[in-house]
């Protein structure tokens, strides 16, 4: 514990450190070559983990869960002893891809009896020099549904540190081992939970000047990927409303660029305006009942927020030139936009009725596509000087920090804890897309692997 | 109104006539005068977007200098070209398309390129066009013709193309 403390500690003094070691990552490029992923990765996240020693001291053993009777299930061809080992597998991805913890999976560690769960062979841990152990079981009820068990262990201390159980349907199995290693990220961090939630994002295919763009999803690992959108209209900039239940996003559906709410479950879409204009950069209030967009009018771009289930508009700013995008802040009170009415995009933050608009963004460049983070705490947005930075700052604009330097990085978002950064980076000339991950520290850089390249990623919450 | 619409067209005949002095003449060679012969023997049919293309060449597109809407003499000399033509066929209407580089952020870009066709759309309106025949579309940096990423490429795309339908 005292070293995690310390590695938390070293993380936020020492930003200036971060920034040099992600531009030295960056400049690598290829984030597969240097991957330390391995047989237990399911072909989520890759990471290209920073060596720093402080960060991977705290040792996690992670063997397979056990069962109270192997069983089959929907979940998995080999019953729920073999699916209890699948869980381990994915508890241990997410832990290693974060970057805090070294996790060792259980295809390296001997597998504990379903009585061990609650009684860990404290000498067998010790022995391999495991600071922390994550034990649990899958059980198959006879009606098929699932319950996954989750309990973190101090071998030092031989004590419990926290449990956690889940019911859930086969199908969801995924979500009980992102259950659980949110469970013990936030113990052993103190931070928000993230594992489970999932990215929307636009899969891109063809050449460069004839791009197909869809809308998909994925969880937040990676897994589960699905394409929502055929790519017969392009599609851009998809954000998940905060129940998950929807996507707004904007189609060129019928030609013209007009931002629709996809309901989910439904798989039907409507407007979310009527309009003669086009209308884009669509983001959801954080009680997801209204939606900010964009419209140009007669050249014209202003902000606009409408009701979730329609109605009039309500414009929220009227400078002459293009005021774009908004991000609210966690409480609701306030937007952060952008606007090029000093002559080039820059910040700008408003009451959320439109009220006091002010510049806040004042260091040189362009600065645009500012995201408030669910803390509230920070602003990530880019920063163009030529190339295209990710930064943050915060509300107030002080306090610039970048956390990438790459030819072009663009439209950073935020884990649902406030504590990563998402991204898409553009690759010159070839115009090749994909995204990446990155701590708010600027440590752990990190790209996650799509099935085709990748754009506009966008984080929803955590599922409840 | 028709007063005004006359000089406008007057005016614009003029500049277009003037901007484009060293190049070929606006009107094609005549028509054979066989009544019976189809029209595709002799070219594109006058009023389609064939014929607009083969009469205004490269001026169906104007090019913006970064982050830029404004319209220079070059992008006026092809605006004139276009009202021109747009004027003489009334029954046809035109759609631009706005376009920016790939240096910009994504949504910044979808409302530079309505501005950018929005601009080629005013000026047209200016000399005379309709502006119910005329409606713009932003593609913003997601359809670039130039595939490079330099200056030179950047250029090309920063872009605002004529189309017209019959």
Same mark, same amino acid.
């Given at each position: 514990m005292k070293k995690l403390i310390f590695a938390l500690f070293m993380a936020s003094a020492a930003p200036l450190v971060a920034q040099t070691e992600v531009a030295g990552t960056a400049g690598g490029g290829d984030a597969a070559a240097s991957s330390p992923a391995t047989a237990e990765d399911d072909g989520g996240l890759t990471g290209s983990v920073s060596d720093e020693k402080a960060w991977q001291d705290l040792g996690i053993a992670i063997p397979g869960f056990s069962t109270d009777a192997d069983r089959g299930t929907a979940a998995s061809a080999g019953g729920t002893a073999a699916l209890g080992k699948e869980v381990a597998r994915v508890i241990t991805a997410d832990l290693r891809n974060n970057g805090l913890f070294l996790p060792v999976g259980p295809d390296a560690l001997p597998q504990p009896t379903y009585p061990d769960i609650t009684a860990p062979a404290w000498q067998t841990w010790?022995?391999?020099?495991?600071?922390?152990?994550?034990?649990?079981?899958?059980?198959?009820?006879?009606?098929?549904?699932?319950?996954?068990?989750?309990?973190?262990?101090?071998?030092?201390?031989?004590?419990?540190?926290?449990?956690?159980?889940?019911?859930?349907?086969?199908?969801?199995? &995924?979500?009980?081992?992102?259950?659980?290693?949110?469970?013990?990220?936030?113990?052993?961090?103190?931070?928000?939970?993230?594992?489970?939630?999932?990215?929307?994002?636009?899969?891109?295919?063809?050449?460069?000047?004839?791009?197909?763009?869809?809308?998909?999803?994925?969880?937040?690992?990676?897994?589960?990927?699905?394409?929502?959108?055929?790519?017969?209209?392009?599609?851009?900039?998809?954000?998940?409303?905060?129940?998950?239940?929807?996507?707004?996003?904007?189609?060129?559906?019928?030609?013209?660029?007009?931002?629709?709410?996809?309901?989910?479950?439904?798989?039907?879409?409507?407007?979310?305006?009527?309009?003669?204009?086009?209308?884009?950069?669509?983001?959801?209030?954080?009680?997801?009942?209204?939606?900010?967009?964009?419209?140009?009018?007669?050249?014209?771009?202003?902000?606009?927020?409408?009701?979730?289930?329609?109605?009039?508009?309500?414009?929220?700013?009227?400078?002459?030139?293009?005021?774009?995008?908004?991000?609210?802040?966690?409480?609701?009170?306030?937007?952060?936009?952008?606007?090029?009415?000093?002559?080039?995009?820059?910040?700008?933050?408003?009451?959320?009725?439109?009220?006091?608009?002010?510049?806040?963004?004042?260091?040189g460049g362009r600065a645009a596509t500012p995201e408030w983070s669910p803390r509230g705490d920070q602003i990530a947005f880019t920063h163009m000087v030529g190339n295209f930075r990710i930064a943050t700052m915060n509300p107030d604009g002080r306090g610039l920090t970048y956390l990438t330097n790459s030819w072009q990085d663009e439209a950073p978002t935020w884990a649902p804890n406030g504590r990563i950064v998402q991204f898409f980076r553009t690759e010159r000339n070839s115009g090749k897309t994909s995204l990446w991950q990155l701590d708010l520290t600027g440590r752990n850089l990190r790209r996650l692997r799509t099935p085709v390249d990748a754009s506009d990623p966008a984080w929803g919450p955590v599922l409840p | 109104m028709n007063r005004s619409l006359a000089t406008a067209a007057l005016v614009a005949a003029a500049l277009s006539m003037s901007a484009c002095q060293s190049k070929a003449p606006e009107t094609?060679?005549?028509?054979?005068?066989?009544?019976?012969?189809?029209?595709?023997?002799?070219?594109?049919?006058?009023?389609?977007?064939?014929?607009?293309?083969?009469?205004?060449?490269?001026?169906?597109?104007?090019?913006?200098?970064?982050?830029?809407?404004?319209?220079?003499?070059?992008?006026? /000399?092809?605006?004139?070209?276009?009202?021109?033509?747009?004027?003489?066929?009334?029954?046809?209407?035109?759609?631009?398309?706005?376009?920016?580089?790939?240096?910009?952020?994504?949504?910044?870009?979808?409302?530079?390129?309505? &501005?950018?066709?929005?601009?080629?759309?005013?000026?047209?309106?200016?000399?005379?066009?309709? /502006?119910?025949?005329?409606?713009?579309?932003?593609?913003?940096?997601?359809?670039?013709?130039?595939?490079?990423?330099?200056?030179?490429?950047?250029?090309?795309?920063?872009?605002?193309?004529?189309i017209t339908v019959n």
């Open positions: 010790a022995g391999r020099n495991a600071d922390m152990l994550v034990q649990g079981y899958v059980n198959a009820a006879p009606n098929g549904t699932l319950t996954i068990g989750c309990y973190l262990y101090d071998v030092q201390l031989q004590s419990e540190l926290v449990r956690g159980g889940w019911t859930l349907q086969p199908a969801d199995w &995924r979500r009980g081992a992102h259950k659980c290693a949110d469970l013990v990220y936030s113990r052993l961090s103190g931070e928000s939970p993230f594992f489970d939630s999932k990215i929307a994002y636009i899969a891109e295919t063809g050449p460069k000047d004839n791009r197909t763009k869809q809308l998909a999803i994925m969880d937040s690992d990676g897994a589960n990927h699905r394409f929502i959108t055929t790519g017969q209209a392009t599609a851009l900039t998809p954000r998940y409303s905060p129940d998950y239940q929807s996507i707004v996003y904007l189609s060129y559906l019928n030609g013209n660029p007009r931002i629709y709410i996809y309901d989910i479950a439904a798989a039907t879409q409507k407007l979310v305006t009527q309009s003669e204009n086009p209308t884009f950069a669509p983001r959801w209030s954080p009680d997801g009942k209204s939606i900010l967009y964009s419209m140009a009018v007669n050249g014209n771009t202003d902000i606009y927020r409408v009701s979730a289930n329609g109605g009039p508009s309500t414009r929220l700013t009227d400078t002459p030139g293009i005021d774009v995008g908004g991000s609210y802040s966690p409480d609701g009170t306030k937007i952060v936009f952008e606007s090029d009415r000093s002559g080039s995009q820059q910040v700008y933050v408003m009451n959320a009725d439109g009220t006091n608009q002010r510049r806040i963004s004042f260091f | 094609l060679p005549p028509q054979p005068a066989s009544p019976t012969a189809p029209a595709q023997s002799a070219g594109p049919e006058p009023g389609s977007y064939a014929h607009f293309k083969s009469v205004l060449g490269e001026r169906d597109v104007i090019y913006f200098d970064t982050d830029r809407f404004n319209i220079d003499s070059q992008d006026a /000399a092809a605006l004139q070209a276009q009202a021109q033509w747009l004027m003489q066929y009334a029954g046809t209407r035109a759609t631009i398309e706005g376009h920016c580089d790939e240096r910009g952020t994504r949504d910044y870009n979808l409302a530079l390129g309505e &501005r950018r066709a929005n601009s080629a759309k005013n000026y047209l309106v200016s000399l005379g066009v309709p /502006a119910e025949r005329i409606s713009t579309i932003s593609y913003g940096k997601e359809r670039p013709v130039a595939l490079g990423s330099n200056e030179g490429s950047w250029a090309r795309n920063r872009r605002a193309v004529t």
